[in-house]
C-alpha cells in the first residue's frame, strides 16, 4: 500500500533553534518527493522537490534529503523564525504515467519567542 | 502572473444541499487537481482533470463530482452534504502536458456544513 508518513505529529522549537522532520514512504513506482509549507487556513507552497537521484536540496534556510535507499527524507530548518510556524507536508508522486501524488499528514511546527 | 484562484473563499451549507466550488489554474497550465483537507489532516486526492476528462479519482463517493472547462477552469461539485463534508478544499493546478508534475495550490475553499 503506498504510504507517506511524518513525525513527529507536532514540534514545538524556541524562535533561532534548528530543527529536523522526517518523512518516510513506502510508494511505488517513486517518481519524486516535495517538501510543502502550509500556513493555517491557506493552500500548500512547495518548498522543495527531489527526484530519486538526488540527495540534498536546499532553499535557503530549509535543506531537505532524500535517501532512496532507505526510502526516507528529511527537511532541516536552520535558525527558525516566528513565520516558519506552520504545517509541512511530505509529498510523494508515484512514477505511473499519470500525476498520482500521495500526502503525508504534516507536521505541526510552532515556534516560539 | 496569476496564481491559482479559488471562489468562494468560505462557505456555509447546510445537510443535503449542494455545492460548486471553482478554480482557476496558473497561466499556462492545462490540469487541475482536487484535494479535501479535514481539520489537523493531510490533504487527500479527490480528482484530476486534464484535456476536460476525469484522469485519475481518490476514495470518494458519486457524490464529488468535476468537470474541466475548455479554458481550464474547474468545478467541484458536491451533492447531499454531509456534515463530514467539512473542510478545506484544495485546487492545485500544474502543467501536464509539458511533463511538469510540480503543483500549485490555491488557498483553498473553507466549507462548513451545519
Known amino acids: 500500500k503506498n504510504q507517506v508518513e511524518q513525525s513527529p505529529q507536532s514540534l514545538i522549537i524556541l524562535e533561532g533553534k534548528n530543527c529536523t522532520l522526517q518523512?518516510?514512504?513506502?510508494?511505488?513506482?517513486?517518481?519524486?518527493l516535495r517538501w510543502y509549507k502550509q500556513d493555517t487556513g491557506r493552500g500548500p507552497v512547495s518548498l522543495t522537490i527531489?527526484?530519486?537521484?538526488?540527495n540534498t536540496k536546499s532553499n535557503g534556510r530549509y535543506t531537505a534529503t532524500l535517501d532512496a535507499d532507505t526510502k526516507q527524507s528529511s527537511l532541516h530548518i536552520t535558525a527558525s523564525q516566528l513565520s516558519d510556524s506552520a504545517s509541512y507536508i511530505c509529498v510523494v508522486s508515484l512514477n505511473t504515467g499519470g500525476f498520482k501524488t500521495i500526502f503525508g499528514a504534516g507536521t505541526r511546527l510552532f515556534v516560539k519567542a | 502572473d496569476a496564481g491559482v484562484t479559488q471562489s468562494p473563499t468560505h462557505l456555509i451549507k447546510t445537510r443535503g444541499q449542494q455545492v460548486t466550488l471553482r478554480c482557476s489554474p496558473k497561466s499556462g497550465h492545462d490540469t487541475v487537481s482536487w484535494y479535501q483537507q479535514a481539520l489537523g489532516q493531510g490533504p487527500q486526492f479527490i480528482f484530476q482533470?486534464?484535456?476536460?476528462?476525469?484522469?485519475q479519482r481518490g476514495n470518494f463517493p458519486d457524490r464529488f463530482s468535476g468537470h474541466q472547462f475548455p479554458n481550464y477552469s474547474s468545478e467541484l461539485n458536491v451533492n447531499a452534504l454531509l456534515l463530514g463534508d467539512s473542510a478545506l478544499y484544495l485546487c492545485?493546478?500544474?502543467?501536464?502536458?509539458?511533463?511538469?508534475?510540480?503543483?500549485?495550490f490555491g488557498q483553498g475553499t473553507r466549507l462548513t456544513v451545519v
Open positions: 482533470y486534464y484535456e476536460e476528462e476525469e484522469r
Open positions: 527531489m527526484t530519486f537521484s538526488e
Open positions: 492545485a493546478s500544474s502543467d501536464r502536458g509539458r511533463g511538469n508534475t510540480e503543483a500549485f
Open positions: 518523512c518516510n514512504y513506502t510508494v511505488s513506482p517513486f517518481s519524486n
